[in-house]
C-alpha cells in the first residue's frame, strides 16, 4: 500500500510541477475518453475525468475528445473508434468498461490505456486508477450519523458493483462508527455492508429513479441520502429540496459547487479526484513515463489526498469538524477500518 501512496503522490508532482517544464506536445497529441452511460455532463465521474483532460488541454497544449457511451453495447466501438484515429492515450471511464478496455489493450500492444476505477487489469499498457472512496465515505457517514434529526440516514447505488458499494461500505461503517463513540442507534437505510445487499436503481441515467428512490427513504424517515448512482442522484437531489427537511451528500466532486442548483440542501460530499489522476495519467505520456499493470496503480486515499471530504453545511454540530480530523487521522494512521 505504501507503495501505490508514493505512486499517486508521485503522479501528483508530475501532474502540477513537470507540466510547466515539459515542451507542449502540441496538436498532434490526442487524450480520449470513452464515458459510460451516464454521459460526459453527469455532473459526477464522467465529468470529472473530462476536467482532467480539460486541465492537460490547458496545461499541456493536447487535444482532448470524448465518445459518449450510450449504452454497455457502445463500449467496445468507441473504443475502436478511438483506436482507429490513432489517440495517443485512451481513458475508459468506470468499472463497466474493464472488460472492453483489456480486450482492446490486449488486441493492440502499442496504445495506451488508463482506466478510471479498475484496479485488477495487470496488462502492461493499461494504466489503472483506483480510490480508496471507503475512506472519505466513512468520514461522511460520520457527520451524517452526527447532523441527523430522525435518527435515520440512507443510500442507494446505481448498479451494485465495487466502485459504487465502496462508497456504501464507507458510509455505513462511518455512522456504526459514530454510533460506538456516542451510544446513539442511528439506523442506516438502503445498505447492510456486512450482507452486501441494498438499495440499486439499476441504472446510471433515471432522474426519475432517483427521486422515486429518494421519497421513499424519505418516506422511511431517512433525512440525510447519499445516491451513488451518477445523474440518478440529481432526481434525489430534486425530490429532497422540494420536500425540504432534509440534506444529500454528493458523490465524486463537490455537489454544492457543481451541482449548485442544490447547494442548499448539501450537507458535504465525497471527493473522488479523478481529475488529478486523469492529468498525471496523460503526462506520463507525455514525459515518457507512462506505466501499466497492477504494479504501477494509481491510487487515490486519504493519505495522498486522492479521496477526501468538501467543506461540511453549516448546520452540522459544533465541534464536528474538530472529530472528523481526529477520524481521518485514525483512518491514515490504520487503527479504523472502513471496509467490511
Known amino acids: ?45 464522467n ?24 449504452q454497455q453495447t457502445d463500449y467496445e466501438a468507441n473504443i475502436n473508434a478511438f483506436l482507429e484515429e490513432g489517440c495517443d492515450l485512451i481513458i475508459t471511464v468506470g468499472f463497466l468498461l474493464g472488460d472492453a478496455t483489456a480486450a482492446a489493450a490486449t488486441s ?14 495487470d496488462i502492461p499498457n493499461v494504466h489503472g486508477q483506483a480510490f480508496n472512496t471507503d475512506e472519505a465515505a466513512f ?12 435518527g435515520k440516514v440512507g443510500t442507494f447505488g446505481g448498479i451494485q458493483i465495487p466502485p459504487v458499494t465502496v462508497f456504501m ?26 450482507t452486501q445487499t441494498g438499495l440499486f436503481t439499476g441504472n446510471f441515467e ?4 432517483g427521486r422515486a428512490m429518494g421519497e421513499s427513504l424519505m418516506d422511511e424517515g431517512a433525512d440525510i441520502i447519499m445516491p451513488v448512482a451518477g445523474p440518478v442522484g440529481l432526481g434525489t437531489a430534486a425530490a429532497v429540496q422540494e420536500r425540504g427537511n432534509a440534506w444529500i451528500v454528493g458523490v465524486d466532486n463537490d455537489w454544492a459547487v457543481v451541482n449548485s442548483d442544490y447547494a442548499a440542501v448539501i450537507l458535504t460530499s465525497v471527493l473522488k479526484n479523478m481529475d488529478v489522476t486523469t492529468l498525471a495519467a496523460i503526462q506520463s505520456v507525455v514525459d515518457g513515463t507512462f506505466a501499466g499493470g497492477t504494479a504501477n496503480l494509481t491510487r487515490g486515499t486519504l493519505a495522498n489526498g486522492g479521496v477526501g ?7 452540522v ?24
Request: with cysteine; aromatic share 8%; glycine share 10%.
Open 206 to 209: 433515471s432522474t426519475d429513479d
Open 47 to 70: 465529468a470529472t475525468a473530462w476536467k482532467g483532460i480539460e486541465d492537460a488541454v490547458d496545461q499541456l497544449g493536447i487535444e482532448g475528445k470524448f465518445l459518449e457511451s450510450q
Open 317 to 340: 454540530p459544533a465541534g464536528l469538524q474538530a472529530e472528523l480530523d481526529q477520524v481521518r487521522a485514525d483512518i491514515i494512521a490504520g487503527t479504523i477500518t472502513t471496509h467490511p
Open 1 to 45: 500500500m505504501k507503495k501505490s501512496y508514493a505512486a499517486f503522490s508521485l503522479l501528483l508532482v508530475a501532474a502540477f510541477v513537470m507540466a510547466a517544464c515539459t515542451p507542449a506536445p502540441g496538436g498532434g497529441f490526442k487524450a480520449c475518453q470513452v464515458t459510460d452511460t451516464g454521459g460526459i455532463d453527469d455532473k459526477s465521474f
Open 139 to 150: 468520514l461522511a457517514g460520520y457527520a451524517a450519523a452526527a447532523s441527523t434529526q430522525t
Open 309 to 315: 471530504l468538501a467543506t461540511l453545511a453549516s448546520v
Open 169 to 194: 461500505d464507507g458510509f455505513s461503517l462511518g455512522v456504526d462508527y459514530y454510533n460506538q463513540q456516542h451510544g446513539t442507534a442511528v439506523e442506516v437505510l438502503g445498505w447492510d455492508p456486512e
Open 108 to 121: 493492440n500492444p502499442d496504445a495506451k490505456f488508463s482506466i478510471v476505477d479498475v484496479d485488477y487489469l
